[in-house]
């Protein structure tokens, strides 16, 4: 269960979300600029939020008060940009194990196949990023978020900088995490279709403040502008 209350002054924005989570994907819907990014940084421990408390399962991440922050490696936390973020200089093969060994992990290799499998990237293994379409370099992206055995994985807009037919490509692979993977997720977008395939949970942001929280019931009507 993810645990978030927390408040957080940015220049002329203040960031304050109060919400409580057991779905399978915790989407944070808003327009660009709305605070989504900072909400999950915070999560992510790259923010330090002023006032509040973040929790996973009751474990305390952060708490304002306490001068309680646990440090950004120490969270179990996986992170997926926009941007894959993978190593030009690294194949898919080193790349995904990045993770794991940062955090110096046994090698799993059930978990390997299993990871490699489910993305559909087995045969990409001895290619550079490079050499790998958009889509393709975020699903590595995925797996190396996936490998490094995290308790929550966060996905900042990962179809943002994609075409439609890279969006559609990736969508399936998502969803699959959504239901085989047995990770929770925290799912930013500003693309209401994309919350009503993945979402399970949904807090609407405007502003920096959460004003809704639920199902795809407090999504924009389809026809209407985001």
Do not use: C
């Amino acid at each position: 269960m993810l645990q978030v209350d927390v408040s957080k002054r940015l220049g002329e924005l203040t960031v304050e979300a109060a919400f409580t989570s057991d779905g399978r994907v915790t989407g944070l819907f808003g327009a660009s600029g709305a605070g989504k990014t900072s909400l999950i940084n915070m999560i992510a421990g790259l923010l330090r939020p002023d006032v509040g408390t973040i929790s996973i399962d009751g474990e305390i991440l952060d708490d304002a008060a306490a001068g309680t922050h646990v440090a950004v490696h120490r969270r179990r936390i996986g992170y997926v940009f926009q941007d894959a973020r993978l190593f030009p200089h690294l194949d898919v093969r080193r790349n995904l194990d990045y993770g794991r060994r940062m955090n110096r992990l046994a090698e799993d290799a059930a978990l390997w196949r299993r990871v490699t499998d489910l993305l559909d990237i087995s045969h990409l293994l001895d290619r550079r990023p490079g050499k790998l379409s958009g889509g393709e370099r975020q699903r590595v992206a995925l797996g190396r978020a996936l490998l490094s055995q995290p308790r929550l994985l966060l996905l900042d807009e990962p179809l943002g900088s994609l075409d439609e037919e890279r969006k559609e490509e990736i969508l399936p692979y998502l969803v699959r995490l959504r239901d085989e993977a047995g990770i929770p997720m925290v799912y930013v977008s500003h693309d209401p279709s994309e919350m009503r395939k993945l979402a399970t949970q949904i807090a609407m942001i405007q502003h920096g403040r959460v004003t809704a929280f639920g199902g795809g019931e407090v999504l924009p009507a389809a026809h209407a502008p985001v």
